[in-house]
Nanobody, 117 residues
């Protein structure tokens, strides 16, 4: 079992920045780490993912504004969010998924991001 704890959400003005962090209770070195988000009334969507041996992937809506990074020795994954827009408002979730053991798929509790004047 992997426990994921997100932090760093909050209220920010349009154009501002936030950095989300996700701390894992075990080693993440074998996992694809990702950030998802879910806005009110919408389905959860992938924001960015960082496999262990494949290119990083971003949603088109956040490319060039968001950046995902991981620190395997510290078991953390961060999401740097710049030039935030009101449509980025959502609950952001950290996800750890093993690349071939499908039962190893874990979620954090989420952190709220609100982008508003």
């Amino acid at each position: 079992q992997v426990r994921l704890v997100e932090s760093g959400g909050g209220l920010v003005q349009p154009g501002g920045s936030l950095r989300l962090s996700c701390a894992a209770s075990v080693s993440i070195s074998s996992y694809t780490m990702a950030w998802y988000r879910q806005a009110p009334g919408k389905a959860r969507e992938l924001v960015a993912s960082m496999p262990t041996r494949a290119p990083t992937n971003y949603a088109e809506s956040v490319k060039d504004r968001f950046s995902i990074s991981r620190d395997n020795p510290k078991n953390t994954v961060d999401l740097q969010m710049n030039s935030l827009k009101p449509e980025d408002t959502a609950v952001y979730y950290c996800n750890a998924k093993h690349p071939w053991i499908t039962s190893l798929d874990f979620w954090g509790q989420g952190t709220q991001v609100i982008v508003s004047p």
